[in-house]
Each structure stands twice: as C-alpha cells, then as structure tokens.
C-alpha cells in the first residue's frame, strides 16, 4: 500500500514497482493456499481476502517481463529495465556498453565489400568517426560504384579518408547512446506506474486483504505457541481475568531464561458479583514496593482489554471483558520543558484529562498519582482522585499508589478494594513474590529497593536511622522538624574500608585440613575436637 501510495503522488522508484511485484505473486500464491484449506465454509472475512488476493496475474506478468530482479532506488539511476523487453533500448545500450565491438563489425564488413583489407575506422576529435585507406587503395573506392556509398572527407600525404552515411548516423547513436538508453527507461517507467494506477483500486484491495490475513495469522500463532485463550466479550461492565499475563514482559523473561512469569488475577466487574460472589469492585487500589510489579500489573489488563476487543486471543487462562468505550492511562514520568510543564504538571493534565472524560465503560489505570510534590499535597490529590473515580466517573480503574493511608477509603467506598503485591523479608532482604493478593500493604520497603540499587552502605544505614525515627515520631505524635533535630546528624559512620586479607590459614586452618574424618576413630575424633579448640583459643590470645 506504501508503494501504491507513493507511485500515485509522483514520489516512487523502480523498487516500489518491484515491490508490488512481489507482493502481488506472493497475493496469488496466498489466494491458493487459502482456497485450499478454508474450502467452501471457512471465514467470511478470509474468504473474501482470498478473493481479493487472486486475479493480479496480469500485472505481475507485466511488471516481472519489464523489471530486473533487483532494480536501483531510483528511476533516474537507470538499469532497471529488463533486457529482451525493448529492442530500442537494447540496441541503445549495446552502443553505449559496446561501442568499440560495433564499430570492429563495421570495419570488417567495410573491408570485405571494398575488398581493402588495411582499411581502418579510426576517430579523433575533428573528424569524429571515418574510414581511412592508403592511397594506392582510394583510386578504387573514388571509382563507381564505391563512389556511390563512400564520400570522400579528407585527403593527407599518406592517406584518404571517407565516411557513409551509415558510420554518420552510427556515431551519432554512439556519441548519444547512454542519454537514449536513460530516456527510453524513463519512458517505460512512465508507462508501468501508469498501467500500474490503472489497476490501484484492485491492488489496494489486495494490500488490506494482505494486512487482514496477516494479523489473522499472527494472532493464531501467538494463541497456539504462547497459550493465549479466547475471550469471552460481554455487553455488561465485566472484566474478570484468570492467570493474566504481560506478553512483553513474559517473553522477554523467557528470552534471558531468567525466572518464570507469575501470572495474576484480576476482577473489576461494576454491575453484578464475580463469580465467587460478594458486592462487585470496579476499583483496586493496589499498594506494594517499587520492583514488585504494580506496573506491570496494570499494564498487562490493560493490553488484555485491548486484543479481546480488537478480536484476538489473550494472555490468560480466561477472560470475560465487558465492552470498554475508553481506555485511559498515566503512568511514568515526562516534562514538556519546552512549555513550560513540570514533571508533575504533565501528571496533572493527564490526571485531569482521565477525570473530565472518563465514563462508565472506561478502563482506567493509574500508577502513582501526586508523587511529584509534597507528601501532604500528593496524598490529598491522590486521595480525591480515588473518590471522583469511584462517585463520578463509575468507571473500573487500577490504581497503584505508595500512600498507604488511602487504603482506609475500602471501608468508605463500597466500589473500592486492596491488593497488593506480596514480598517476603529473609535476614534483612527482600523477596519479590510478584503475586497479587486481597489486603493492603503497610510500607514501601524502598530503603530495601535502594540498597537493591547499590547506593553506598553508609547511605543505606543513615536512610533506615531516619526512616526509624521518622516513622516513630509520627507514632507518638511527634513533629517532623523535632524528629529531624534529634536525629544524630554527624553520626553517620565513615566509610568502612574492607578488612584485609588474611596472609593464610590459622593454626587451627592448617590442622583441620590435615585431618581424615573417615579414616579417624571414635576417639581420635574426639582428640582432635579438644585439639582444635585449643589451638583455636591459642591464636585467639586465650589461655
């Protein structure tokens, strides 16, 4: 369709030819295919692209005799003509590519009817092309009736030189050839884009035939190789998700054959109970730690909600999607330096934006609303924004967010529920379960992120001292700035260096490493512990 498009404004080459060329042979090659595994009863709309596909033999007959296999980008370039298509343009170009061998041919015919065997077609650049003989043989050509067909140019002291109309017109041809041939191309091009726009609306309806069966076939094969399942789509504002996954984060996960993809849930059905039963939640509010995968969360339904209505398979075990008239998303970060907007006031547009518009039929997802200003001032705005979707819009929407205290507005907003992304805490780090559970999460865990991130030690031991007093204070009741002034700000340990390496092994090293543990009685094992640990209070400076 590009190259069509290109052809009808003036602007395409020789390789857009081409390309049609291909893509119409492969079209017919398709139609077949098609025709023979769909048979009478397959698809509507497959077997009206199969149809489309066929009947563009002519063309690709035309366009296959005219064009070499891989023609120049551009028209201007030449050598994208065929040779055996025009015999104007190949004699053109045999004069221009073989100059010298035409005029050898000539010569000898020359030589054979004047019956001069020295006789020579020479060339300089006052005479242009002519024929030169000594002049013991010019008597004869002079003579009738060589006369007739040799005119004389040119006498000198040792020769007499002579043209025919014929070497006239050939040098002409010559001096001309690589100009004719360009023209000649440049005209059989014209008349291809021509016979080719003829054709357009045919072709144009093989183009979208050609788009149609391929997103048919892409689909299939990403149902059949990814076990993606068929949608169920509903009038009402359902949208149940069993096993949901992200499609781009799964694939790129099996790709670095890292862990595998947790695949969630997920249920946003507005007007009647989940299958489960209990009082429908078009709104979760999501809460967890950065890294858990909140985002994602959000992004794989939205993507779900997406190929269900536009007809495809979904990653997921089962989906009922009700019919979704608006799809809203803010997420990540962005400015608009140029005019003047903030990181944060782009989220506020868009914010606004999705509040103004959205529906009852929309699907909203939200990640981190009111992060870029005060934390007092993101709370509040987020904290109404949760309400205007849940009392105004009467929208389903996935909200994730690190204000906790939102997740008391469950017991407020019948339409509201928590989830958050599980974790587990082992010796002081944190595991990433990346499953999504009924409740609420009770902190971020972002001093674990950031050490997870690699900031300096010191950094990290100072972040959880404040952290500490901070969340102790606001217990207590107390204020932030009092909290700050007690905190121990010049005892922050220096960096540690990292202790030295031992020169080798202790005493009791070298000993241990001696002993056979399977070839040692029971009482040369016990010798040996009383040994060991004396040798081991000895290098500890003990008695």
């Not at 015999?87 to 054979?112: F, M, N, P, T």
């Not at 005479?127 to 009736?145: C, D, N, Q, V, W």
């Not at 069966?213 to 190789?225: C, F, G, K, P």
Request: some cysteine; aromatic content about 4%.
């Amino acid at each position: 369709e590009r190259a069509l498009t290109r052809l009808s404004l003036d602007r395409g080459g020789p390789r857009d030819l081409s390309a049609l060329r291909e893509g119409l042979r492969q079209a017919g090659a398709l139609s077949e295919t098609l025709r023979s595994t769909l048979g009478v009863d397959g698809p509507a709309e497959l077997t009206e692209a199969a149809a489309a596909l066929s009947g563009h033999c002519e063309t690709v007959g035309l366009l296959d005799a005219a064009l070499v296999e891989e023609p120049p980008l551009l028209s201007r370039d030449g050598g994208f003509v065929g040779k055996g298509h025009d015999a104007e343009l190949d004699e053109a170009r045999a004069l221009r590519d073989e100059g010298r061998g035409v005029i050898a041919s000539l010569q000898a015919r020359y030589a054979e009817e004047t019956g001069v065997a020295s006789l020579k077609v020479k060339h300089n650049n006052v005479l242009g092309y002519f024929i030169e003989t000594t002049a013991k043989h010019a008597e004869r050509m002079l003579a009738s009736p060589l006369s007739e067909a040799f005119i004389h140019r040119q006498t000198t002291a040792s020769a007499v030189r002579f043209t025919t109309v014929e070497l006239s017109e050939l040098e002409t041809k010559i001096l001309n050839a690589g100009g004719r041939a360009l023209g000649i191309e440049q005209r059989i091009f014209g008349e291809l884009c021509a016979a080719v726009l003829d054709r357009a609306p045919a072709i144009g309806e093989a183009a979208r035939a050609l788009a149609r069966v391929d997103v048919a076939a892409a689909m299939a094969r990403l149902a059949t190789e990814e076990n993606w399942t068929r949608p169920e789509i509903a009038f009402e504002r359902d949208f149940i998700v069993r096993s949901g996954r992200h499609p781009v984060v799964e694939r790129a996960l099996r790709r670095e054959g890292g862990e595998p993809f947790i695949a969630n849930d997920c249920d946003l059905t507005a007007d009647a109970p989940h299958e489960e039963g209990g009082d429908p939640k078009p709104i979760w509010l999501l809460t967890g730690p950065n890294m858990a995968g909140k985002s994602t969360f959000l992004r794989q339904n939205a993507l779900i909600a997406i190929l269900a209505q536009m007809g495809a398979y979904v990653p997921a075990a089962f989906a009922r999607i009700g019919v979704v008239d608006q799809l809203f998303s803010r997420v990540g970060a962005a400015d608009d330096l140029a005019r003047g907007r903030s990181t944060f006031m782009v989220e506020m547009v868009e914010t606004a934006a999705i509040l103004n518009q959205a529906g009852p039929r929309a699907l909203v997802i939200l990640d981190e609303i009111g992060r870029g200003t005060a934390t007092y001032d993101g709370l509040s705005i987020a904290w109404a924004t949760l309400e205007h979707l849940h009392d105004v819009n009467d929208c389903r929407a996935l909200f994730a967010t690190h204000y906790h205290e939102l997740t008391a507005l469950a017991g407020r907003l019948e339409g509201l529920k928590n989830a958050t992304v599980a974790v587990r805490e082992w010796e002081g780090e944190i595991v990433f379960l990346h499953e999504v559970r009924d409740g609420a999460a009770d902190r971020s865990y972002g001093v674990q992120v950031a050490k997870l991130a690699g900031l300096p030690a010191p950094v990290i031991a100072r972040a959880r001292d404040v952290l500490e007093a901070l969340e102790s204070g606001d217990r207590e009741g107390g204020r932030a700035e009092a909290l700050i002034d007690d905190l121990p700000l010049f005892s922050a340990p220096p960096p540690q260096k990292a202790p030295p390496t031992p020169a080798g092994p202790s005493a009791a090293e070298a000993r241990l490493a001696e002993l056979d543990p399977d070839a040692m009685t029971p009482r040369e094992a016990l010798d040996a512990l009383y040994e060991l640990r004396a040798l081991n209070r000895k290098a500890a400076g003990g008695d």
